[in-house]
């Protein structure tokens, strides 16, 4: 079983940057490939990226693509969630999530979650 906490979030303005973290604890975690999600009010939850085990593999929503940057750490069992040029659309709670095997892209496959950090952009 893995625990997940993310930290990072705040209050930006447009055009910033935040860099979230997701440290992971329990066993195995580089066993698993990693994704970050949000969910802004009144929406339902979306992918933001997603990274394999070995982190050779990257996958971006095309919203964040070029913007955002996922890495991780295996040594300190820690993700990362590079945010740059940050727009108040980016504003939402962001997850991240542990799995094995299956589709990156849907949070449907995801086994573990973190209980979120806030992010808010303003204009």
């Known amino acids: 079983q893995v625990q997940l906490v993310e930290s990072g979030g705040g209050l930006v303005q447009a055009g910033g940057s935040l860099r979230l973290s997701c440290a992971a604890s329990?066993?195995?975690?580089?066993?698993?490939?990693m994704g970050w999600f949000r969910q802004a009010p009144g929406k339902e939850r979306e992918f933001v990226a997603a990274i394999s085990w070995s982190g050779g593999n990257t996958y971006y929503a095309g919203s964040v693509k070029g913007r955002f940057t996922i890495s991780r750490d295996n040594a300190k069992n820690t993700v990362y969630l590079q945010m740059n040029t940050l727009k108040p659309e980016d504003t939402a709670v962001y997850y991240c999530?542990?799995?094995?095997?299956?589709?990156?892209?849907?949070?449907?496959?995801?086994?573990?979650w973190g209980q979120g950090t806030q992010v808010t952009v303003s204009s």
């Open positions: 329990g066993r195995g975690f580089r066993n698993y490939n």
């Open positions: 999530a542990a799995k094995g095997a299956g589709d990156p892209f849907s949070q449907y496959v995801y086994d573990y």
